[in-house]
């Protein structure tokens, strides 16, 4: 039986396909059209997750959409004439592609895809809770789903128990720990469900200096993690901004200009909201956990890509064991709508052995063979070095040990925002100088952003503080203490960014600013090769930890095609890219014509 999921419409659309309850392909959009965060129907994902089975539509039994648009339509209904008049403009700006589109997504479905069949429809959040639990190594397990908002929620927990999940308690707009987040994004200049990540790389140059504000005049909170949010400050419910004129008032001054220089404020700002967020999670997973008396806990929601949060849970929560979906935003809703469908509708039997979870390390998006490469590169006159599989791993060891920075293509494209050896930039985490070269001439992103380590999964314990395998790089831990630098005098003076230029640990590329690293453990099963690679740098180097960043520039979807790999390649300062079995120095390359536009857009200060 085949299964096509979807999500579309808010941001980072996706499709995934689920055969007889297996996952067999998922991709984001944005990895096709090269939009970042593409919120338009997923056309070109739905194509390639049935073209990867071999499948027409005609072959679709069921199709299942993430949401349910006529509550969603409520709420902002709801909404807009609990505050009305305010958000006139807002209300008759949306209006228009709801009475469109929106309102009638069966057609549209059924149009787009050319499918006649049936459609289910789950609730948001029970897709997220979907692709939190079913997926999982767990028979049974307690789960928590927390985002910006899907029709009402925006969080609600339950237990999952073998192939059915039961939501027992929910938090409804316009009380969102997301939306708080995303209101922080907005006022520290960032772009809102973008720029999360970055308030959260930014927190550890600042001090929470705001955190007390925020639960006196922002947030009610109560001990069970519940809360209430003060709506006099935000603008998010009927206005075309997140935060208003009073909230400007509370925390001294108007949003920071995007791309302005970032002062102390900020990283207090980012720190706060942080610091706030991690609390609220721990409150809402200590509660979850009196309450059902699970020992395992999946997460899933746009929130739960906060790695800083996750450790927290991970290491002061009680839960004994936790999973995080890979996917977690809302493209991981038309995974979990598929899988609802199979076992929650059609009550298909599942079983979970408690130790793997049903994923396959999430690579699973396009892949591309030898011969497709090959022509590619012989078609465009680009020079090359073949190399077998087993060379592969002692060539590209022995360049990071040269402190070369790679472009490493290999297998199936990651589904989720994290880039975990498939689509991956690689580099030497032992060099103090790479997080800034990196940064600034490979990613053209802004210098305070850290870089995640990926480490042979049986010596994590070697180097951070973490007893378990984070194969999602969605945990953070500290780097173990044996490696880390004792900071002199003058160092533990320094605030905001001049602490950037301090060594901090024996792998000072990926150990951030509090010491803290966000860890991808790497599976002999799930991705051999570049396991293999990093197990021969250890033998060469004596460290199995590499940097790994996604396959990227600022401002641009990971890559997904051998063409973009190599776009990306010449567009930037790398110096070797490897896709499949082919290598490229970039000293043999000829210069890419008429490029110099695409190079402006991305310069920073």
Known sequence: MNILGISAFYHDSAASLVQDGKIIAAAQEERFTRKKH?????KHSSNYCLQYAGLSVSDLDFVAFYDKPFIKFERLLSTYLAYAPLGIKSFIKALPLWIKQKLWMKELLGRELGYEGKIIFPEHHESHAASAFFPSPFQEAAFLTIDGVGEWATASYGVGKDNTINIIADIQFPHSLGLLYSA???????????????VMGLAP??????????????????????????????????????????????????????ESKLTQREMDLARSVQEVT???????SRHIYKETGQKNLCLAGGVALNCVGNGKIMREGPFENIWIQPAAGDAGGALGAALFTWHQYLGNSRLADGKKDSQHGSYLGPEFKKEYIENYLMKNNIPYTELSDDEI??????????????????????????????RSIIGD???????????????????????????????????FEIDRESPYMLLVAPVKKSLQRQMTDEEEKLFGLDKLHVTRSTLPAITHVDYSARIQTVDEETNPLYYRMIKKFDEKCGCPVIINTSFNVRGEPIVCTPEDA????????????IAGNFLLDKKDQKPLEKDVDWLKEFELD
């Open 278 to 284: 991690e609390e609220v999670m721990l409150r809402m």
């Open 205 to 258: 140059y600042g001090e929470p200096k705001f955190k007390d504000l925020i639960f006196n005049e922002l947030m009610d909170l109560k001990a069970d993690g519940s809360f209430k949010m003060n709506m006099e400050y935000f603008n998010y419910s009927v206005g075309l901004t997140m935060t208003n004129g009073r909230f400007d008032k509370l925390f001294g001054g108007p949003p920071r200009k995007p």
């Open 429 to 463: 985490a032992r060099s103090a100088k790479m997080q800034e070269v990196m940064n600034i001439k490979i990613k053209f992103r802004e210098s305070f952003r850290p870089f995640a380590p990926s480490v042979i999964k049986e010596r994590v314990s070697d180097f």
């Open 393 to 422: 791993p002692e060539k590209i060891s022995g360049l990071i040990a040269d402190e070369k920075v790679i472009g490493w293509f290999q297998g199936r494209m990651e589904f989720g925002p994290r880039a975990l050896g498939g």
């Open 184 to 198: 922080f994004t907005y006022y520290t200049g960032f772009k809102v469900n973008s720029g999360e990540y970055k």
């Open 566 to 577: 190599y776009l990306c390649f010449m567009r930037t300062n790398m110096d070797y890219l």
């Open 38 to 42: 593409d919120y338009s129907f997923p």
